[in-house]
């Protein structure tokens, strides 16, 4: 089949990831990427794979005649037997553009679990509810990335009918045990063997909640736990003012390397003890995942789908609680202590990954929709 793909933007985050593994692993289908805003990090990557992208340079959180305009020739001209559209933007644009164009097989993503006041820009929380209206005439399906996507969209108003949820996949080549990396890693850090490491993939942004990472840590620290910990990320460097001031203020300047963003995530994973997740919102967190598929268990706030992610193999806190989270970490450090256990853990987060989100059964999950014989 010909599928094109109609995305808000190809930023680094965590819908473009998915959309970008999706495209490049699935050899069965022929894929064309638009994203309304530019190419991104993941237009040029998804033309190294052999994948056709177009950006229509709409701003961000505006959309334009002259794109519209674009995007409808796109989609006449191409006939795509299907079109998978990526968040709630690109829902309403895409979607109705591609009915307008003769498409009928028209499937919608959404990968967001919490639209806040305050937490969700305005815009995005417009064009949500006016997609709850729209749901019933323009996809066939909607495609949720968490059950909890699922169950929040349901309260809103969606088409109940038409919510189904595929987990992320993940490479499970890329994303494993890898000794070589951890041990290069962590010697470039001046991080020892026995020194716990601990780390925190994510951009710098509210929903991520760092502030109550650090405020965990400054209790770790106050108890005489000695540890460090890596924060990595668009925006997390010393030129982030915030950032710097809440070290300074929780005295973790000694503690803290401030990384920036890499593009070397599976190694960093491997480099780690225990990867903490402190965010206030998510709704398929991936750094979860990926940390879980190195080998590495995880502390993460009850967000999304984070809890089920780690089953029995981690520890779940309630978000934007810093005593619980600094609770959930200690206890994570004194399993550490015992080696045996600690890698029996460790084996049963990778093993977690394989049976539940391996980047074959979310392409499988996806032809499966694609295919079907659903129709209005």
Known sequence: MKIIH???????????????????????????????????????????????VHW??????????????????????????????????????????A????????????????????KSRRSTIAVAHLNTYLSRWIPVGIVCCAERAREVH????????????ISNGYDLNIFKPDTTAR???????????????????????????????????????????SFRCVLVGRGLSAANAQLVSWLEQYGLRNEV????????????????DLHVLSSSCEAFPNVVAEAMACGTPCVTTDVGDAAFMV????????????????????????ARGDVADWQVRCEAARMRVIEHFSLEKMVAAYHAVWESDDEE
């Open 183 to 225: 041990l290069r890693l962590r010697a470039g850090w001046g991080v020892g063997h026995d020194v716990p490491l601990l780390g925190m993939v994510g951009r710098f942004d509210p929903l991520k909640d760092h502030e109550n990472l650090l405020r965990a840590l400054a209790r770790i620290k106050q108890a005489d736990i």
């Open 99 to 118: 009915r307008l164009a003769g498409v009928s097989r028209v499937f919608w993503g959404i990968h967001n679990s919490t639209l806040e006041p305050g």
């Open 6 to 52: 109609v995305i808000t933007g190809l930023s680094d985050g965590g819908a473009e990831d998915v959309l970008y593994r999706l495209c490049s692993n699935d050899h069965l289908n022929t894929h064309i990427v638009v994203s309304l805003m530019d190419k991104g990090k993941y237009g040029p990557l998804l033309h190294e794979e052999g994948i056709t």
């Open 56 to 97: 229509l340079n709409m701003p961000q959180g505006r959309v334009t005649i002259s794109g519209m305009v674009k995007l409808y020739r796109l989609i006449r001209s191409l006939k795509p037997d299907v079109v998978q559209t990526w968040m709630y933007h690109a829902d309403l644009v895409g979607g109705v553009l």
């Open 154 to 165: 349901r309260t809103l108003g969606f088409a109940v009918g038409k919510l189904l949820v």
């Open 257 to 272: 390397l401030l990384l920036g963003q890499r593009s070397d995530v599976p190694a960093v994973m491997n480099a780690l």
């Open 311 to 334: 089953g029995d193999t981690g520890w779940v806190t309630l978000p934007s609680d810093a005593v619980q989270l600094a609770g959930a970490i200690e206890s994570a450090l004194t």
